[in-house]
């Protein structure tokens, strides 16, 4: 099956522009979405597909894929930003499979 | 607004099976996969498996052989049961709504997981 690969961990200063990238041969067959995960919590949905936000999600997440990489962009990290990042695909293997990286650590400075 | 709540047992001894169960409120249950994702303590999210308001399954194949999801549309709710546990299978484990992007071919393109349930912590040990 495939694999999603993610920097384990990610800084970024409060108010700057920081981007989480997601590897893996499934991304050149499927668009990633990805997850925000703070501590106790539940993930939540923040970007998915072509750069599709949902409802709730602010505009400074966007999401863009080239080749095998997809990234998330935050523009203007704010304190509130800090958690777990996962992102996923489908698996590009034939067995409709889904699988998900193994997450970043960000930190907001 | 579609919401998820699960429920089922939390404490597992070694060989016995998981079951949870998960109920979708205030929504379509028909249209969508509806899954269970897992994350042991400290570390990162596991696909275990989908299913389909018409029974239809995927499933990790690393769990395939113990894995059982099933559906009850009477009761838009759906339920994991996974059989053997081991240490290894202490999670928190999720259930999520499943949508996917078809393309005209009836290609998925991509899918994402939107909205979840809160999430159960299920332990095994002796």
């Known amino acids: 099956s495939s694999e999603l690969t993610q920097d384990p961990a990610v800084s970024v200063a409060l108010g700057q522009t920081v981007r989480i990238t997601c590897q893996g041969d499934?991304?050149?067959?499927?668009?990633a979405s990805w997850y925000q995960q703070k501590p106790g919590q539940a993930p939540v949905l923040v970007i998915y597909?072509?750069?599709n936000r949902p409802s709730g999600i602010p505009d400074r997440f966007s999401g863009s894929s080239s080749g095998n990489t997809a990234s998330l962009t935050i523009t203007g990290a704010q304190a509130e930003d800090e958690a777990d990042y996962y992102c996923?695909?489908?698996?590009?293997?034939?067995?409709?499979?889904?699988?998900f990286g193994g997450g970043t650590k960000l930190t907001v400075l | 607004q579609v919401q998820l709540q699960q429920w089922g047992a939390g404490l597992l001894k070694p060989s016995e099976t998981l079951s949870l169960t998960c109920a979708v409120y205030?929504?379509?249950?028909?249209?969508?996969?509806w899954s269970w994702i897992r994350q042991p303590p400290g570390k990162g999210l596991e696909w275990i498996g989908e299913?389909?308001?018409?029974?239809?399954?995927n499933y990790n194949p690393s769990l395939k052989s113990r894995v059982t999801i099933s559906v009850d549309t009477s009761k838009n709710q759906f339920s994991l049961k996974l059989s053997s546990v081991t240490a290894a299978d202490t999670a928190v484990y999720y259930c999520?709504?499943?949508?996917?992007?078809?393309?005209?071919?009836?290609?998925?393109?991509?899918?994402?997981?939107?909205?979840w349930g809160q999430g159960t912590l299920v332990t095994v040990s002796s």
């Open positions: 999520a709504r499943v949508s996917n992007l078809v393309t005209i071919f009836g290609v998925v393109e991509y899918s994402w997981f939107d909205p």
């Open positions: 205030g929504g379509s249950f028909s249209g969508y996969y």
């Open positions: 299913i389909n308001h018409s029974g239809s399954t």
């Open positions: 499934s991304l050149r067959s499927y668009y």
């Open positions: 597909g072509k750069n």
């Open positions: 996923n695909s489908r698996d590009s293997s034939g067995n409709l499979s889904v699988v």
